[in-house]
Nanobody, 124 residues
Framework: QVQLAESGGGLVQPGGSLRLSCVAS????????IGWFRQAPGKEREFVAG????????DYVDHAKGRFTISMDHAKNTVYLQMNSLKPEDTAVYYC?????????????????WGQGTLVAVSS
């Protein structure tokens, strides 16, 4: 059973930064690729960034490129999402999710595990 726990969300002003963390149960990253998704009120959950099982391949949606960075610390069983230059439209609950697809995926239905989410609110 894979367990994922997100943290690091909060209220931030436009232009600010946050670093989200996703702590996983042991050995998760050797078996699963990880994706960060987000769900804004009234909208579907959408892919934001992903990291494949080896940690060598990154994937970002266009609006995240240049602003968000996904990274992994194997020793801490943690995946991070560093978010800079935040905008009000980034407001959402952010989830980390695990998939067995080696290359990762942007498709939500291909993920088997996810955490409880962490709320990011960008507002002045």
């Amino acid at each position: 059973q894979v367990q994922l726990a997100e943290s690091g969300g909060g209220l931030v002003q436009p232009g600010g930064s946050l670093r989200l963390s996703c702590v996983a149960s042991e050995n998760t990253f050797s078996r699963y690729s990880i994706g960060w998704f987000r769900q804004a009120p009234g909208k579907e959950r959408e892919f934001v960034a992903g990291l494949n099982r080896s940690g060598a391949t990154y994937d970002y949606v266009d609006h995240a490129k240049g602003r968000f960075t996904i990274s992994m610390d194997h020793a801490k069983n943690t995946v991070y999402l560093q978010m800079n230059s935040l905008k009000p439209e980034d407001t959402a609950v952010y989830y980390c999710e695990a998939t067995t697809y080696y290359a990762g995926s942007r498709i939500l239905s291909q993920y088997s595990y996810w955490g409880q989410g962490t709320l990011v609110a960008v507002s002045s």
